[in-house]
Each structure stands twice: as structure tokens, then as C-alpha cells.
């Protein structure tokens, strides 16, 4: 949601700074000026004519110190930026040729679907898997943080071995409703005047001072699943020295991290093979899903391939935080708006997922 505005600067700075190094190392190694050395194309030419590819001195650069200001390159000689370019992976997703997560396939994988808790908050105390022991298709269930993973030789059949499980949990003892969520949202608004995000002018005094009545409209904005095409889904294969991991993610090196944490394994253990996503909308950035699988596969000792259901997304998904928004303005006799006051109420998206981002 904000990858341009929090990135554009950052990133082409770090371009430019490896562009410049890579010059100076292609310069030092033909023995001219760096100023006469130009990359393009991923191949560094000097004013005679002589070439280098990257990887001949990508060696040398990364010995070299890091530019502070190297020097970006001008609007006008944007190749790529502003201007139309086709989509490399329209064709695979036109012709039903690209790999998703949830068509990743090893040999010898399993599938599991997950019992979690009917409310937020909730821990399990016990289970009872001892009646899906005589079917010949299941293979384990396994206690882990979220619930109870059932695991068979279909997600079919995990799924419908899921269903004659007992399950005992401890809920929280208050269970917190939209209406209560809201109820206390109301309470903050009248309590707490906030942060000011952006003032102009002096709104209350513009409608304190109006010809006319001020106008006051309160609204509510509901928590919302993201609701993806593709629901959650990962293909986990943990061993004793490595994970690998085949997951459409938006994060793949926060879903690294979520893995070492249930595995105990370091990063460079963990290896994540990202696939397309079918549809993100910052759910990926979380990588519950992913966690939930390496933790599985740690306890099932093979390749296990997790499906989320429809319902386990929409029951368990990390939603659009629900905010409560008290407007006022004032109008002119003419219907221009004079001024405007808006008062959000609601927690910080950023809030959410930073757990699965720190190491």
C-alpha cells in the first residue's frame, strides 16, 4: 500500500550507488577513468569498446565503499518508468501456466487442515483424534500453537477426518463484539482529541462562526477479511539442517524469519520459493499460514502441503482494523464547503503483523 512512497527514493538511491561501483571496478580492471565506463543492459562498455559483464567484477565492486550520493538518473532518460510496458506474466496467467502456491507439488507430501480456536484469544487444553486411527488414509494429528493439524493423504480427506475430532478449549472469559469494539471507539472520540495528521486553517473557528448549522455525520468502517482467491496455503518440508518452503507470500524474507522462529533453524537455513500469488492485499504480508505449516511438517517429519478452507479464511484472517470516523463542516449558503473536521478513531495497521517481521 505505501511500497512507492516509503521506497521510490530509497531504492533508486541503492541503484545508483551499485551502478557507480560497478563502473569503478569495470574501470579499474580495463584501466581507464570511470567516467568513460558505461552499464547497460547488465553489461559495462568503455569508450573503446571493450565490454565486461557484471558477474566478471561484481567481486571488486563489493570491496568498494558505498557511495553516500551517487548520482540518479535524469527524468528524461527514464527507459522503463512512466512508460507502458507489458506484463511478463500475462501470458502464463492467461494460458492457466502459472504456478501458484496452492499448486505446488513435491514427492512424498501429505496434507493437513487445522483446528483452531471458535474464538479469538482462545488456547486448546486437549484433544481426541484416537477415533480417526483405524482410517487408512490418515496419518497423525498434531498439536501446535494455533490448534490441532490433522494430517492425511488428501486435503479432502484431512479435511473430513478433521470433523471427528473432539476438541476442549480454554476461550477468553469476555468475548469483545463489533458493537462493544465500536462502543469504545465512541468513548475515545469524545475523550481523546488525537493526532493531528494535517491542519489547515482554523476549521472549528470556520464553523463556529458559519451562517449556518454545522453538519455532523458519524461512521462506522467494519473489520473486513481480505478474502483472496487463492486462500492461505503452504507447502512445508522441514529437516534436521533446512526448511524449504513453497508459498505465494508478500513478504518472503518476513515469512523466513516466521519459519526459524517454530524451527529453531537460523535464516540461511530457511528457504523460501515464492510463488504467484493469487491475490494479495497485504493478507500475505502475514505469515501465519507459513508458520503454521513449517511447525506441521517439524511434527509430521515429511513434506506437508496446508489448505486453508474458505471458512478457516475468513474466521482467522488478520482483518482491516474497524475505525470510527466523527465528521463535522460547514456549508455556505451557495453548497461550498467551508470547512471540515474529521476525527478517526482506530487502531494502527502496522500493529498487526510486526511480530512475524521481528527476528
Not at 455556505?332 to 467551508?338: K, L, P, Q, R, T
Request: proline share 3%.
Amino acid at each position: 500500500s505505501n511500497s512507492l512512497s516509503s521506497a521510490w527514493k530509497p531504492i533508486r538511491v541503492a541503484a545508483a550507488a551499485v551502478r557507480e561501483m560497478l563502473e569503478k571496478a569495470a574501470a579499474d580492471t580495463f584501466g581507464v577513468d570511470a567516467s568513460s565506463v558505461v552499464l547497460f543492459d547488465g553489461v559495462l562498455t568503455n569508450d573503446a569498446g571493450q565490454t565486461l559483464n557484471i558477474s566478471e567484477v561484481i567481486a571488486i565492486a563489493a570491496k568498494q565503499s558505498v557511495p553516500s550520493e551517487p548520482a540518479l538518473k535524469a527524468k528524461q532518460d527514464f527507459r522503463f518508468i512512466g512508460k507502458h510496458s507489458s506484463r511478463l506474466d500475462a501470458a502464463a496467467k492467461v494460458q492457466g501456466t502459472a504456478n501458484f502456491g496452492i499448486d505446488a507439488s513435491v514427492d512424498d507430501m501429505v496434507f493437513a487442515v487445522v483446528l483452531r480456536s471458535p474464538a479469538i484469544g482462545g488456547r486448546l487444553k486437549s484433544f481426541d483424534a484416537s477415533e480417526l486411527n483405524a482410517d487408512k488414509d490418515f496419518i497423525g494429528a498434531y498439536q501446535i500453537d494455533t490448534g490441532v493439524a490433522v494430517v492425511a493423504t488428501s486435503s479432502w480427506k484431512a479435511r473430513k477426518l478433521s470433523e471427528k475430532v473432539s476438541l476442549d478449549w480454554d476461550l477468553p472469559q469476555e468475548l469483545i463484539s463489533t458493537k462493544a469494539a465500536f462502543e469504545l471507539y465512541r468513548d475515545a472520540a469524545s475523550k481523546d482529541d488525537g493526532d493531528v495528521v494535517r491542519e489547515v486553517g482554523d476549521a472549528q473557528e470556520a464553523i463556529d462562526n458559519s451562517s449556518n448549522d454545522a453538519i455532523e455525520l458519524e461512521f462506522e468502517m467494519p473489520f473486513l477479511a481480505h478474502a483472496t482467491m487463492e486462500p492461505m496455503n503452504c507447502l512445508a518440508h522441514v529437516q534436521e539442517d533446512r526448511a524449504d518452503i513453497w508459498a505465494s507470500t508478500q513478504g518472503p524474507d518476513i515469512a523466513q524469519v516466521s519459519v526459524a522462529k517454530v524451527t529453531h533453524l537460523d535464516l540461511d537455513e530457511v528457504h523460501i520459493h515464492n510463488q504467484f500469488i493469487g491475490g494479495g492485499f497485504g493478507r500475505r504480508l502475514n505469515q501465519d499460514f507459513i508458520g503454521e505449516a513449517a511447525e506441521i511438517s517439524m511434527a509430521a517429519k515429511r513434506p506437508v502441503k496446508l489448505v486453508w478452507s474458505r471458512e478457516d479464511d475468513m474466521k482467522n484472517d488478520f482483518y482491516r482494523p474497524a475505525t470510527f470516523h466523527r465528521l463535522q463542516a460547514s456549508v455556505s449558503d451557495s453548497g461550498e464547503v467551508e470547512a471540515w473536521k474529521h476525527h478517526v478513531v482506530g487502531p494502527g495497521v502496522m500493529d498487526w503483523y510486526i511480530w512475524d517481521a521481528a527476528p
